[in-house]
């Protein structure tokens, strides 16, 4: 069974970045066929997808915040991080990491999520 | 790229059947046959129910459908339990190889 979990300050300044984790569990980053994406969800809204990356390094972003993210991989430790630039209140939401199917675009596991509030 | 677009609320007696919609355009929905749909319990994570239109993961009840026409898709719930109380997602890739949701519907089971 696959599990990932976030993890990362819960509290960033305005014109920060914003770092966060995801480890992965019970399965292999490097076995390919699947996207490790970052989501996120504002409070009280629906969700936005943010980017992915292979296990390869290749990367694909959202276009309205390619500008301000970068994903990377870590395979021996089984991690993949998100960096979100020049934060504003604006991206104050519950980050979730999740597994994407490379042939299906559908997220078949997901992290329980942390909240990242941006303020100071 | 603009959210796909779903219905704010729906509702429901238990053991009635509910239809969600998610309408996007030919650039997204009516373009692939990648939708899926995801139940989200308050506080928790998105839970997979659908993918590539209609199929069930392992574990989800079989009450639970997928279909498309055109540029939209619909996720239909019979048998309605309270559990099923909650918010519903629609997703698809999009020609620009990216990802996009629709706002989420809130189903109230009464």
């Known amino acids: 069974q696959v599990q990932l979990q976030e993890s990362g300050p819960g509290l960033v300044k305005p014109s920060q970045t914003l770092s966060l984790t995801c480890t992965v569990s019970?399965?292999?980053?490097?076995?390919?066929?699947?996207?490790w994406s970052w989501i996120r969800q504002h409070p009280g809204k629906g969700l936005e997808w943010i980017g992915y990356i292979y296990y390869s390094g290749s990367t694909y972003y959202n276009p309205s915040l390619k500008s301000r993210v970068t994903i990377s991989v870590d395979t021996s430790k089984n991690q993949f991080s998100l960096k979100l630039s020049s934060v504003t209140a604006a991206d104050t939401a519950v980050y979730y990491c999740?597994?994407?199917?490379?042939?299906?675009?559908?997220?078949?596991?997901w992290g329980q999520g942390t909240l990242v509030t941006v303020s100071s | 790229q603009s959210a796909l677009t779903q219905p704010a609320s729906v509702s429901g007696s238990p053991g009635q059947s509910i239809t969600i919609s998610c309408t996007g355009t030919s650039s997204d929905v009516g373009g692939y046959n990648y939708v899926s749909w995801y139940q989200q319990h308050p506080g928790k994570a998105p839970k997979l129910m659908i993918y590539e239109v209609s199929n069930r993961p392992s574990g989800v009840p079989d009450r639970f459908s997928g279909s498309k026409s055109g540029n939209t898709a619909s996720l239909t719930i019979s048998g309605l339990q309270a559990e099923d109380e909650a918010d519903y997602y629609c997703?698809?890739?999009?020609?620009?190889?990216?990802?996009?949701f629709g706002g989420g519907t809130k189903l109230t089971v009464l």
């Open positions: 997703s698809s890739y999009t020609s620009s190889s990216t990802v996009v």
């Open positions: 019970g399965g292999s980053i490097s076995s390919g066929g699947y996207y």
């Open positions: 999740a597994r994407e199917s490379s042939t299906g675009a559908y997220f078949d596991y």
